[in-house]
């Protein structure tokens, strides 16, 4: 069974959550993600700079999770990937969206566009041929987060189930007949949180109170295709770190933040996070990856960053063929009060200067490459590039 999981942010950890649940059944899982690939028990980093593999090496790598005898399989699924068919030939059981603010404007022209090719994951799951185990027919689901405004949009497929997991009572308003998944009593720690979904109880030991709408759409997806919710629960719990997300690493009452968020609502959510658990100052550390896309957005984040930080060194993350120098200049737009920021290029260096200037109880956020292994500069070429690994050197 083929689970594809899309969205604007969480869908790593979502994809992640959902392959744990479907572990604990004892059934052997494959995984396509941002942060890494898993067959079965094997598992390793994805360093192609891509969520998705290209229609070749997806194929291959679905090819090689059947060999291990994977019962199901967890894609993380991007708008590109949608738009350039590489799903193409995968028939997808469980289609599920985390949430969609505007992203990849540049590339499909317009956040409508980028809507449409979206929901081209849910016309895929009802269109696709339905698979049978022992006779029994596998159901077409559509997992949604009700509390997102796109929510009602990805509901008009003819699918045999629509599920809304949300944390409100409502039912979003002329949407086709669907089901709801409740989230109620959220307590929030600095490790994570405790929830009921319908009436189950619930622990994720990530950080973050979104964490817990990518843990319940996990768990809602793994029941959909016949996991226990208790069965679930045992697997949720076992992720307790993922590379590039929410990544701490502390030192002499410093702590630093690794998480790999690139759009004003990951970055929002970051920060907001990061105040909840107590940080005295926020130093933010970022640039705007992906040098010549959406460049839009580059204001946005700089004003982001005034809003909910305390400091910000402006640096280079995947510039590409693009001037690191203009893609500052064009977040420092964003930022009035640009006595509270300042431009350092070179990243270890901001990195460092970071650490130099942080006091105790202080939390730098390091954002816009999370796990990635390499960076992508002029030319074409990739450099080696760890942004957990300079911040250990660092802090020895």
């Known amino acids: 069974m ?6 604007t942010d969480g869908k790593s950890s979502t994809a992640i959550l959902t392959a744990a649940a479907l572990a604990a059944s004892d059934h052997k899982v494959g995984l396509s993600s941002t942060v890494w690939y898993q067959v079965g028990d094997k598992r390793w980093l994805n360093t192609s700079h891509m969520t998705m593999p290209g229609r070749f090496a997806l ?28 799903l193409l030939g995968v028939d997808i059981d469980v ?11 540049q590339s499909h022209g317009s956040f409508e566009k ?11 799951t009802a269109a696709g041929k339905r698979k049978f185990i022992f006779g029994t027919p596998i159901q077409k689901v559509a997992i949604v987060n009700g509390d997102d405004p796109q929510a009602e949009y990805f509901l008009g497929c003819s699918v045999d189930e629509r599920i809304v ?20 009593n959220i307590v929030t720690e600095g ?3 405790s929830f009921a979904l319908d009436t189950s109880r619930f622990s994720v030991k990530l950080p973050g109170a979104y964490n817990v709408m990518n843990a319940s759409q996990a768990i809602v997806a793994a029941r959909a295709v016949g996991v226990p919710y208790e069965v679930a629960r045992q697997g949720i719990a076992t992720v307790t770190d993922i590379p590039g997300r929410f990544d701490v ?31 005295k100052k926020i130093i933010a550390v970022f640039g705007a990856a992906g040098g010549g896309r959406d460049k839009w957005k580059r204001p946005e984040l700089g004003a982001m960053a005034e809003q909910l930080t305390d400091h910000i060194i402006l640096t280079t993350e995947d510039p590409f063929d693009e001037d690191p120098q203009l893609i500052a200049d064009q977040i420092l737009k964003g930022i009035v009060h640009q006595d509270k920021a300042e431009i350092i290029l070179d990243r270890q260096a901001a990195i460092q200067h970071a650490l130099e200037i942080a006091q105790p109880g202080d939390v730098i956020a390091l954002t816009g490459m999370g796990s990635e292994t390499s960076m992508n500069v002029a030319g074409g070429r990739q450099i080696p590039w760890s942004d957990k690994d300079v911040v250990g050197d660092l802090i020895k």
């Open 95 to 105: 289609a599920v969206i985390t949430n969609l603010t505007p992203e990849h404007i």
């Open 2 to 7: 083929v689970i594809g999981i899309t969205g």
């Open 191 to 193: 490790s994570g949180s």
């Open 165 to 184: 997991v949300t944390t409100k009572e409502h039912v979003l308003g002329t949407a086709p007949a669907h089901t709801q998944k409740r989230i109620s």
């Open 59 to 86: 194929q291959r790598l679905l090819r090689q999770m059947v060999d291990a005898k994977c019962k199901y399989a967890v894609l993380e699924v991007s708008s590109e990937g949608l738009r350039q068919g590489r």
């Open 249 to 279: 690493i502390q030192r002499d009452g410093k702590e630093v933040v690794i998480d790999y968020a690139v759009t004003p609502a990951a970055m929002k959510q970051l920060y907001t996070t990061i105040r909840q658990r107590g940080a």
């Open 114 to 124: 980028y809507r449409d090719a979206k929901k081209k994951l849910f016309t895929m």
